[in-house]
């Protein structure tokens, strides 16, 4: 495709092409794993893509194995979002509409605190029409109540899958809230080793700010900036003060931190959590780690399909991946 094809907006991929990718995406033979956490952190380095891109990509395919299920948009925006192409920054639809456009669900639940942003975003979905707004519900309040609220009723279907996106600016996302989604409903194994789980956890797509927020909190020179440390704020975040001090304590680096919460992730039994360093396009600065925690292992193969046809991605193999056979 040319560069002025994707300008117009032609889609990347047919209908057609999207189905033969599944089938073969699906056959494959295993999810390669790194060896362990570090290693997965250090070598999945950093891409410099847009994640509002990765995640058009990836609801493509989601779409055909996973549709007609419920999206939760926890920190939803205005709706539009921000790109930058070659060092341009222009508006584009944010993740909240993406999701809304993508015919992937069911039913969305949109959660937004700010009231301007949720003034706009209001009207975005107002301007989608009926037969796609009929499904969406909006709320104007803190997500970590919200998503409480919404997992203790009867409104969202349980055998159906769920995809939570919980993308922070900051340190807004409390660590109970991430229990609540994770244990809302059980992984089944599949019945056959090489077979598909015939029943996952919640999906979680989360913006873990590790080289803004964490950085800040974790001061390097203690002394210089005592105040930037903040013990209430880590014990929100992780869920309590076990879950940090030793690192504290060690005066280990910020960095341990995304890799004590992609531990946390992975207690709470998903089977795949993959944490993925995000750069910022024009400086090549590390941003902060986009992480997916999922069940399904076409889930882990989608989204690296969609990372790699995504404009911007450093398109390597991954050193150090091994594949269990
Ligand atoms: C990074 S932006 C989200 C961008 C959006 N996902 C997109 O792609 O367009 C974070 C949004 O979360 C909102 N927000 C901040 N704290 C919140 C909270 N506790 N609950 C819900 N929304 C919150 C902010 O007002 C802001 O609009």
Same mark, same amino acid.
């Given at each position: 495709?040319?560069?002025?094809?994707?300008?117009?907006?032609?889609?990347?991929?047919?209908?057609?092409?999207?189905?033969?990718?599944?089938?073969?995406?699906?056959?494959?033979?295993?999810?390669?794993?790194?060896?362990?956490?570090a290693t997965q952190i250090r070598e999945?380095?950093?891409?410099?893509?847009?994640?509002?891109?990765?995640?058009?990509?990836?609801?493509?395919?989601?779409?055909?194995?996973?549709?007609?299920?419920?999206?939760?948009?926890?920190?939803?925006? #205005?709706?539009?979002?921000?790109? %930058?192409?070659?060092?341009?920054?222009?508006?584009?639809?944010?993740?909240?509409?993406?999701?809304?456009?993508?015919?992937?669900?069911?039913?969305?639940?949109?959660?937004?605190?700010?009231?301007?942003?949720?003034?706009?975003?209001?009207?975005?979905?107002?301007?989608?029409?009926?037969?796609?707004?009929?499904?969406?519900?909006?709320?104007?309040?803190?997500?970590?109540?919200?998503?409480?609220?919404?997992?203790?009723?009867?409104?969202?279907?349980?055998?159906?899958?769920?995809? @939570?996106? =919980?993308?922070?600016?900051?340190?807004?996302?409390?660590?109970?809230?991430?229990?609540?989604? @994770?244990?809302?409903?059980?992984?089944?194994?599949?019945?056959?080793?090489?077979?598909?789980?015939?029943?996952?956890? %919640?999906?979680?797509?989360?913006?873990?700010?590790?080289?803004?927020?964490?950085?800040?909190?974790?001061?390097?020179?203690?002394?210089?900036?005592?105040?930037?440390?903040?013990?209430?704020? =880590?014990?929100? %975040?992780?869920?309590?003060?076990?879950?940090?001090?030793?690192?504290?304590?060690?005066?280990?680096?910020?960095?341990?931190?995304?890799?004590?919460?992609?531990?946390?992730?992975?207690?709470?039994?998903?089977?795949? %959590?993959?944490?993925?360093?995000?750069?910022?396009?024009? #400086?090549?600065?590390?941003?902060?780690?986009?992480?997916?925690? #999922?069940?399904?292992?076409?889930?882990?193969?989608?989204?690296?399909? @969609?990372?790699?046809?995504?404009?911007?991605?450093?398109?390597?193999?991954?050193?150090?991946?091994? #594949?269990?056979?």
């Amino acid at each position: 495709m040319t560069a002025s094809q994707a300008d117009q907006g032609v889609p990347l991929f047919s209908e057609a092409d999207l189905d033969a990718m599944i089938v073969e995406i699906n056959s494959g033979r295993s999810v390669p794993e790194a060896r362990d956490i570090a290693t997965q952190i250090r070598e999945f380095h950093g891409w410099t893509l847009n994640k509002l891109d990765v995640f058009e990509n990836y609801l493509k395919m989601y779409r055909r194995v996973a549709g007609g299920g419920t999206y939760i948009d926890a920190f939803a925006g #205005t709706g539009k979002g921000r790109l %930058v192409k070659n060092g341009q920054s222009t508006v584009r639809d944010g993740s909240s509409l993406i999701a809304s456009k993508s015919g992937a669900f069911s039913a969305l639940h949109l959660i937004e605190k700010d009231k301007g942003n949720f003034e706009l975003l209001d009207a975005e979905v107002k301007a989608l029409g009926p037969r796609q707004s009929s499904k969406i519900h909006i709320y104007h309040n803190d997500c970590n109540s919200i998503i409480s609220e919404l997992l203790g009723s009867n409104e969202l279907d349980r055998d159906k899958p769920c995809f @939570a996106l =919980l993308d922070q600016e900051s340190t807004q996302l409390d660590w109970s809230t991430i229990q609540k989604l @994770a244990h809302w409903k059980t992984y089944e194994p599949p019945p056959i080793d090489s077979g598909r789980p015939k029943k996952c956890k %919640v999906e979680l797509w989360i913006l873990f700010n590790s080289h803004q927020a964490m950085s800040r909190l974790w001061p390097h020179d203690r002394d210089r900036f005592p105040e930037s440390f903040s013990p209430q704020t =880590l014990d929100r %975040v992780f869920g309590s003060r076990e879950a940090w001090w030793e690192l504290w304590e060690g005066r280990k680096s910020f960095r341990k931190l995304i890799e004590r919460f992609t531990e946390q992730l992975r207690c709470l039994g998903y089977q795949y %959590v993959l944490p993925q360093l995000i750069k910022d396009p024009i #400086t090549s600065r590390p941003q902060y780690h986009m992480i997916h925690a #999922t069940d399904h292992p076409s889930a882990v193969s989608f989204m690296r399909w @969609a990372k790699r046809s995504t404009d911007g991605f450093e398109n390597q193999q991954f050193p150090g991946m091994e #594949t269990s056979a």
